[in-house]
């Protein structure tokens, strides 16, 4: 039972252009969303969150929406860079349970 | 200087055997995570302890004990592996007890291997 998934095993998108990665969840307890960026052989880093109280988060390239009645977030990387490359996780959390929950990633792929 | 470091890197080990990652954070954090990513990708937590105490034990098998001498270092010992145990394993940290707005550090991660 994946409480969050991320059906896109891969994505490839052409460097300048804009990069959306896409998240869903089932669980409605879930109040809190980040996202994670991994390299090869690396563990993953902190990218950017959203709280369940916001619809919209932006750092920079970066920007995380949240659309809690259709239960689904994205990330949108813009413009997308070669350093982009990697993959991303999505992961969710609950008031009071004391983890996250993952997705099964996606990995990026920005062409020159 | 790196933040949160497990070794060994690699473990190439036959069913049966005992084996041990162990894993030290830098970052004076509170609590320590172990995280496993299996064949599918998802990565799924397996332990937290706060403070040397257990928090978190999700459903894992009894081959595998957290080990937590103090706060900045948590082991992961397994013992008769199997096949299905072949996956990579995270260790993380965050700085108080993974309230729901808290970021996770992880180390790079120790790729198991079981023939």
């Known amino acids: 039972d994946q409480q969050v998934k991320q059906n896109s095993p891969s994505l490839s998108v052409q460097e300048g252009r804009i990069s959306i990665l896409n998240c869903d969840y089932t669980n409605s307890m879930f109040d809190y969303f980040l996202w994670y960026k991994k390299y090869p052989a690396e563990g993953p880093t902190f990218l950017i969150s959203i709280s369940s109280i916001k619809d919209k988060n932006e750092d920079g390239r970066f920007t995380v929406f949240l659309n809690k009645s259709a239960k689904h977030l994205s990330l949108h990387i813009v413009p997308s860079q070669p350093g982009d490359s990697a993959v991303y996780f999505c992961?969710?959390?609950?008031?009071?349970?004391?983890?996250?929950?993952f997705g099964q990633g996606t990995r990026l792929t920005i062409n020159p | 200087d790196t933040a949160v470091s497990q070794t060994p890197k690699y473990l190439v080990t036959q069913m049966g055997n005992d084996k041990s990652i162990k894993c030290e954070q830098n970052?004076?954090?509170?609590?320590m995570y172990w995280y496993k990513q299996d064949s599918k990708k998802f990565l799924k937590i397996m332990f937290s302890y706060n403070n040397k105490e257990l928090i978190i034990n999700e459903t894992v098998p009894n081959r595998f004990s957290p080990k937590s001498p103090d706060k900045a270092h948590l082991n992961l010992h397994i013992n008769s592996l199997e096949l299905g145990d072949s996956a990579v394993y995270f260790c993380a940290s965050s700085l108080t007890r993974g309230h729901s707005n808290e970021k996770l550090f992880f180390g790079s991660g120790t790729q198991l291997s079981v023939l």
């Open positions: 970052l004076g954090h509170d609590t």
């Open positions: 992961a969710a959390s609950a008031q009071g349970a004391q983890k996250l929950v």
